[in-house]
């Protein structure tokens, strides 16, 4: 009987490790690995010692996302895009040390192999499409880096500020990102030329992105924001603005060209674009600028370095068009500067206007 009740007790010894070497499937998975498969319905945080994957195609967040400095967040294959909505918002502050990421799954350089598939598989732009503020005006993303995305069949942004949403987006990184030209609209990898005045872009680093960034003519663009790295530019390398001027509105960049989209930018009545020195306005094709009072309301528009003219114009500010050597700038590119529009005072005929319309036709 003893012998019998000692092999017992080993018999359930040995089951006892059987099962724990071979428990719950989610024993075995990395607890620092979190697969997010529904939207964000109520406040949430997401902690900076941990990776999101994102599995659900249509991820809404309708309240308050945290992330936490050193988070990394990536998109599977097939999850696309998030969006927010109803009190959607993103508070993304991570610091120089510790940024937030949001890249793809294929990604091993951020967060290791999560999927899996050792050396099966490497990122590429457009593994994943956007973040979408969809009309919001209060999210934040700061020591933030983006790569990979613009998923989409056509030109497609990596953030998303339409139907007037607002951000404010500080000492970020975009790499590796989509968004470009489809017909004569123009897509940046932050797409913010829709985005409410109070949107706000510094420090940031743009390279190897399609296109890098688009504006509404009313957001202000200081001289913080860079546009290359170790040699590597964008494709489209310029800050590509459409819609009028109507604030009281400064750019400053003077290492790569504004360039106008739209067929005729205004200033509008009681509102002004002040200029830096040595700032490039280049002008898409039949596009214009109307300055609806005097040309005061173009500050700076005669300072040092200050020059008007084409989007074919490589010699000031580099390949904007990106098309290397295949355009050169001619007359009439685009059609000029009219000031008093209301009044058709007419054309300006400044010496840094370069390669517009001499004869355009009159208002």
Same mark, same amino acid.
């Given at each position: 009987?003893?012998?019998y009740?000692?092999?017992?007790?080993?018999?359930?010894?040995?089951?006892?490790?059987?099962?724990?070497?071979?428990?719950?499937?989610?024993?075995? #998975?990395?607890?620092?690995?979190?697969?997010i498969?529904?939207?964000?319905?109520?406040?949430?945080?997401?902690?900076?010692d941990?990776?999101?994957?994102i599995k !659900?195609?249509?991820?809404?967040?309708?309240?308050?996302?945290?992330?936490?400095?050193?988070?990394?967040?990536k998109?599977?294959?097939?999850?696309?895009?998030?969006?927010?909505?109803?009190?959607?918002?993103?508070?993304?502050?991570?610091?120089?040390?510790?940024?937030?990421v949001?890249?793809?799954? #294929?990604?091993?350089?951020k967060?290791?192999?999560?999927?899996k598939?050792?050396?099966g598989?490497?990122?590429?732009?457009?593994?994943?499409?956007k973040?979408?503020?969809?009309?919001? #005006?209060?999210?934040?993303?700061?020591?933030?880096?983006?790569?990979?995305?613009?998923? &989409?069949?056509?030109?497609?942004?990596?953030?998303?500020?339409n139907?007037?949403?607002?951000?404010?987006? !500080?000492?970020?990184?975009?790499?590796?990102?989509? &968004?470009?030209?489809s017909?004569?609209?123009?897509?940046?990898?932050?797409?913010?030329?829709?985005a409410?005045?109070e949107?706000?872009?510094?420090n940031?680093?743009?390279?190897?992105?399609?296109?890098?960034?688009?504006?509404?003519?009313?957001?202000?663009?200081?001289?913080s924001?860079?546009?290359?790295?170790d040699?590597?530019? /964008?494709k489209?390398?310029?800050?590509?603005?459409?819609?009028?001027?109507?604030?009281?509105?400064?750019?400053?960049?003077?290492?790569?060209?504004f360039?106008?989209?739209?067929?005729?930018?205004q200033? !509008?009545? /009681?509102?002004?674009?002040?200029?830096?020195?040595?700032v490039v306005?280049?002008?898409?094709?039949?596009?214009?600028?109307?300055?609806?009072?005097?040309?005061?309301?173009?500050?700076?528009?005669? &300072?040092?370095?200050?020059?008007?003219?084409?989007?074919?114009?490589?010699?000031?500010?580099?390949?904007?068009?990106g098309d290397?050597?295949?355009?050169?700038?001619?007359?009439?590119?685009?059609?000029?500067?009219?000031?008093?529009?209301w009044?058709?005072? &007419?054309?300006?005929?400044?010496?840094?206007?370069?390669?517009?319309?001499?004869?355009?036709?009159?208002?």
């Amino acid at each position: 009987m003893k012998n019998y009740f000692y092999i017992l007790l080993i018999a359930i010894a040995v089951l006892g490790i059987f099962f724990t070497a071979c428990g719950p499937e989610d024993d075995n #998975k990395d607890k620092n690995v979190i697969e997010i498969n529904e939207d964000i319905k109520s406040a949430t945080v997401w902690s900076g010692d941990k990776t999101y994957i994102i599995k !659900k195609y249509d991820f809404y967040v309708e309240d308050v996302l945290t992330i936490e400095a050193g988070a990394i967040i990536k998109f599977s294959s097939q999850a696309k895009n998030l969006t927010l909505s109803n009190n959607g918002q993103i508070l993304a502050n991570g610091t120089a040390s510790q940024p937030i990421v949001f890249t793809s799954i #294929k990604d091993d350089s951020k967060g290791g192999d999560t999927n899996k598939d050792g050396d099966g598989s490497s990122p590429a732009t457009g593994d994943w499409a956007k973040i979408d503020l969809n009309g919001t #005006k209060s999210s934040v993303f700061n020591y933030c880096e983006f790569y990979y995305g613009g998923f &989409g069949t056509g030109a497609s942004p990596t953030l998303d500020l339409n139907a007037e949403s607002a951000a404010k987006i !500080k000492n970020c990184t975009f790499a590796h990102n989509g &968004g470009g030209i489809s017909g004569k609209y123009y897509i940046g990898t932050i797409h913010a030329d829709n985005a409410y005045s109070e949107t706000v872009i510094q420090n940031n680093l743009f390279y190897d992105n399609i296109l890098p960034l688009t504006i509404t003519g009313d957001i202000s663009i200081d001289n913080s924001n860079t546009f290359s790295k170790d040699g590597t530019a /964008n494709k489209y390398n310029g800050i590509f603005v459409s819609r009028d001027v109507a604030n009281n509105t400064t750019w400053l960049e003077d290492e790569v060209a504004f360039v106008v989209t739209s067929n005729s930018m205004q200033i !509008k009545l /009681n509102a002004s674009l002040t200029l830096g020195n040595n700032v490039v306005l280049k002008f898409s094709e039949a596009s214009q600028l109307d300055i609806l009072q005097t040309e005061s309301s173009l500050v700076n528009y005669n &300072g040092n370095g200050v020059y008007f003219t084409s989007l074919k114009d490589d010699e000031l500010k580099g390949d904007t068009n990106g098309d290397e050597n295949a355009s050169t700038p001619q007359t009439a590119d685009w059609i000029g500067i009219h000031i008093n529009g209301w009044k058709s005072t &007419g054309y300006a005929t400044w010496p840094n206007i370069r390669y517009n319309d001499p004869n355009p036709a009159v208002k």
